[in-house]
Nanobody
């Protein structure tokens, strides 16, 4: 079992920056993908970024829509995964969720992730 708790969402202006964090607890010694997804009102949950967990060498992958603007990182000692968001746009407005799944999954597919946090709202205003 893995528990995930997001924090750090909020309101930011277009072009601004924000960090959302995911605290990972439970079976933190196992290997996972820790992914960030987002869901805007009336839209499907969308893959944002993912990072491997429980291995020495860090590997990351981003959706094209955020590549070059968002950075995912992990702090193993603190059991945290952060998503740094820069040059934010109104289209980035959504509830952001972190999720964990075994390393055998399609890491861009929301249904493949087994564990989910409760989500944190990010709103980008003009």
């Amino acid at each position: 079992q893995v528990q995930l708790v997001e924090s750090g969402g909020g309101l930011v202006q277009v072009g601004g920056s924000l960090r959302v964090s995911c605290e990972v607890s439970g079976r933190t010694s196992s290997r996972y993908y820790i992914g960030w997804f987002r869901q805007a009102p009336g839209k499907e949950r969308e893959f944002v970024a993912t990072i491997n967990w429980g291995v020495a060498t860090t590997w990351t992958y981003y959706a094209d829509s955020v590549k070059g603007r968002f950075t995912i990182s992990r702090a193993d000692a603190e059991n945290m995964v952060d998503l740094y968001m820069f040059s934010l746009k109104p289209d980035d407005t959504a509830v952001y969720y972190c999720a964990a799944g075994p390393i055998s999954i399609d890491y861009t597919s929301a249904p493949d992730y087994e564990y989910w946090g409760q989500g944190t709202q990010v709103t980008v205003s003009h």
